[in-house]
């Protein structure tokens, strides 16, 4: 490509945030009484405070490779002995920008991104002097491969997000990441950071972690970072200091030869296990990495871009920016039908009723998060005392972790109380019920509570599928009602649903908004309908898995049918996650509201009236193998009707279809997106679906049963042409 062609790409981006590249002139400081000489610092920085990240767009990487020549012409005429590259407050580079991969049009455009990126990461490489990169804070995909490409690496303690997730994103760490990393930390660790950590929730190194893996060759303190790290640059130059890298390899060996192979077989039993090779991306990072360990750089680099580019193209990769950037870092920042948070008011003191296990659990992330004094009640002292011993038990945990210091472990302990009477909620702004799910029960609940409670106490349901409507029916003021839904386990579960009642008023509304945020949770506000949005469309998928079980279906052929679309489990261990007495009851109170689209199984009420609590036996699912006992199947009966695993898929995929454009008809949500973030951060639904619409549109399901798609063409599809 010529330099022309890059300039091309650059111009379709007129509006692109740039990340400058400033160039700072240092005098190293003397080792054994001399200076090595002038060294030149370049700082990224996009002029934004720390709450917006610095990017790699084609603007931004056309000025760093013009500064980059520049520094190798001095470097030539002998002015600077080092280059350092290092970032703003907070930030090396938080990778290339999303939203530009996103909206390159065609196959060439993103081939010349992809080629962009390593014309100017090889000037880097090749300055002719040595280069540093001072990694003082988050360094993700093409920003850690700065780092990576540089001669040397210095990481700071405090650095807190360094990762290669491309794997997670769609792609592969393309700009020279997966041929360097194996290479400097062994082909084990490198499937770690490139496979592993994606897939896990998209899970980071700390800047220690990623020093003890190898990926840098010291560490500093945050306060003074820039500083120690130049002069730990001026030692390297002037050879008194000489880095040890003891996991580093050469692959051209027997030995690590054979460590590649057994790296590259355990990725793809990985990636088959978390994805059931349901997206390209996770295989192409080691199929890549597998064919690099024979080729040289420049090999390799070619191979990268054409998989980049490829890549880009597919709507897995769409799906995956829709879902990580449109959703989950902006949609869920701002939630659709929020009322001005200006009407929240304050809450100083939390009731949870209930000391199960759910209610511990909400007074420990109240108490945690709000530090705010929270009491729990239950009908007897017992109860009352296991919940708060279980709030304290996790603090301890947490404390022996490290994850909590000792005095915010004590402060933690002393918020969380309990009492047999609701009259410790007298001076509550705010009290959630967790009691059984029955109808009645949370009633009395809330009578009881409404009676000790002042005007502007906020009450609250955890409800996951009855009415909230039903609930506040007999309350004197049913405006202050409102439905506060966690998903288990709630210290992990992102997702709070937020349910509005007809009467709920805008101040209650308001707050809970407000406290969601405060706890560091995604709300999503939806209609109270029955089951709300991620059970009601989980209950619709098990239900028709279980129908076609019922109807004669062999197990392994029902529940493996959806792997195809990647999910984290099959639906009948979901179903022993969940519970199945809880998964029918739900079912039932579905099947009460809608009727036939949620079919009560009879064969799972039998293993629930049996004390059964699941369909396979437990330790056959964690050998790989289920398999359902045999007094198990004694229990139940089927009919006559199998159908394949692609029927089973087909007729889901339509009766997902057919739920959504119902709940959307009937305004639970604002819109699909709504629907898609619920799915990823309520259900772990993968981010390569886009959630769950754009995958209905993408099989033909969305027209097949509503006669249009969801998303329009671009969002998290191919644009339209």
């Known amino acids: 490509m010529s330099a022309a062609d890059f300039r091309k790409l650059a111009d379709l981006f007129p509006n692109e945030t740039v990340t400058h590249s400033y160039v700072q002139d240092i005098d190293l400081p003397a080792v054994d ?17 720390h709450s917006k990240p610095t990017t790699l767009g084609p603007n931004t990487l056309i000025e760093l490779g013009t500064v980059l020549e520049g520094l190798r012409e001095r470097a030539a005429r002998g002015e600077i002995v080092g280059v350092g590259v290092t970032g703003k407050p907070y930030f090396l580079v938080a990778g290339a920008d999303l939203s530009t991969v996103k909206s390159l049009s065609g196959r060439e455009h993103g081939l010349w991104m992809a080629q962009l990126g390593h014309d100017v990461y090889s000037t880097l490489a090749n300055l002719g002097v040595p280069s540093f990169a001072f990694i003082n804070g988050l360094a993700l995909g093409g920003g850690l491969e700065i780092a990576l490409q540089s001669t040397y690496r210095t990481v700071s ?42 897939l896990s929730n998209n899970r980071t190194l700390t800047g220690p972690q990623a020093f003890k893996l190898g990926m840098a060759d010291a560490i500093f303190e945050p306060a003074d970072f820039v500083e120690q790290s130049v002069a730990w640059a001026a030692q390297v130059i002037a050879g008194s200091v000489s880095p040890e ?114 209610a511990s659990q909400l007074a420990l992330l109240f108490a945690r998060q709000l530090k705010v004094p929270v009491v729990m009640t239950d009908i007897d002292q017992a109860r009352v005392d296991k919940g708060v011993g279980y709030v304290h038990a996790e603090v301890d945990k947490l404390l022996q972790k490290g994850r909590i210091s000792p005095d915010a472990a004590n402060r933690t302990r002393a918020l969380v109380t309990g009492s047999v009477s609701k009259e410790a909620f007298a001076d509550a702004d705010f009290v959630i019920e967790a009691v059984f799910e029955e109808l009645n029960v949370k009633k009395q609940v809330f009578k ?17 599928s009855l009415s909230v409507t039903a609930m506040a029916e007999d309350l004197e003021h049913p405006e202050r009602l409102v439905g506060f839904h966690f998903f288990n386990p709630v210290a992990v579960m992102p997702l709070l649903e937020i349910v509005r009642a007809p009467r709920t008023d805008d101040a209650v509304l308001a707050t809970a908004f407000e406290l969601a945020k405060g706890l560091k949770k995604s709300a999503v506000l939806v209609k109270d309908a029955p089951a709300f949005v991620v059970n009601r469309i989980l209950l619709r998928l098990m239900g028709e898995v279980t129908a076609a079980f019922d109807e ?53 009420q039998k293993l629930i009236d049996n004390g059964v609590k699941s369909i396979w036996d437990p330790a056959s699912v964690q050998a790989g193998e289920p398999v359902i006992p045999a007094d198990t199947l004694a229990l139940m009966s089927f009919g006559e009707t199998p159908s394949t695993g692609e029927e089973v898929l087909r007729r889901t995929q339509d009766a997902l279809a057919e739920e959504i454009g119902l709940m959307l008809d009937e305004g639970v949500v604002a819109g699909p997106e709504d629907i898609d ?22 099989v033909g399901a969305s027209e097949r049963v509503t006669g249009r798609k969801f998303l329009a063409p671009g969002v998290a599809s191919e644009p339209a042409a």
């Not at 405090?158 to 997670?168: D, K, Y």
């Not at 022993?576 to 809608?594: D, I, R």
């Not at 973030?677 to 993408?698: E, H, Q, S, V």
């Open 552 to 604: 004669g279906t062999p197990a392994g052929v029902a529940d493996n049918a959806l792997r195809p679309m990647g999910l984290p489990m099959t639906p009948f261990v979901l179903g022993a996650m969940v519970g199945l007495p809880v998964a029918q009851h739900v079912q039932e109170s579905l099947h009460t509201a809608f009727g036939d689209r949620f079919p009560v199984s009879q064969n799972l």
């Open 157 to 198: 303690t405090g650095a807190g997000a360094l990762a290669l997730p491309e794997a997670f994103i769609g792609l592969i760490p393309g700009w020279g990441g997966v041929y360097i990393l194996p290479r400097l930390i062994g082909p084990e660790n490198a499937v770690k950071v490139m496979i592993e950590n994606p």
């Open 448 to 464: 009881e509570v409404e009676a000790i409670v002042s005007a502007d106490c906020i009450l609250a349901t955890n409800t996951s």
């Open 33 to 49: 009484g001399r200076s090595p000489g002038t060294f030149a610092l370049v700082t990224l920085d996009n002029g934004l405070d």
């Open 677 to 698: 973030l619920c799915m990823i951060l309520g259900a772990g639904w993968p981010m390569f679906l886009g959630g769950i619409t754009p995958y209905l549109d993408r």
């Open 245 to 358: 890298r003891t996991n580093a390899v050469d692959p051209s060996t027997p030995e690590v030869a054979a460590r590649w192979a057994g790296a590259i077989a355990a990725g793809r039993s990985y990636v088959e296990a978390k994805t059931s090779n349901a997206s390209p991306a996770p295989a192409k990072v080691l199929e890549v990495m597998e064919a690099n360990r024979t080729l040289t750089q420049a090999q390799s680099a070619e191979l990268e871009c054409e998989t980049l580019a490829d890549l880009m193209q597919t709507d897995e990769f769409r799906s995956t920016v829709y879902a990580f950037l449109d959703l989950v870092q902006r949609r869920s920042k701002r939630p659709a039908g929020a009322p001005d948070r200006k009407l929240a008011r304050p809450v100083t003191k939390i009731g949870v009723v209930g000391a199960g296990l759910m």
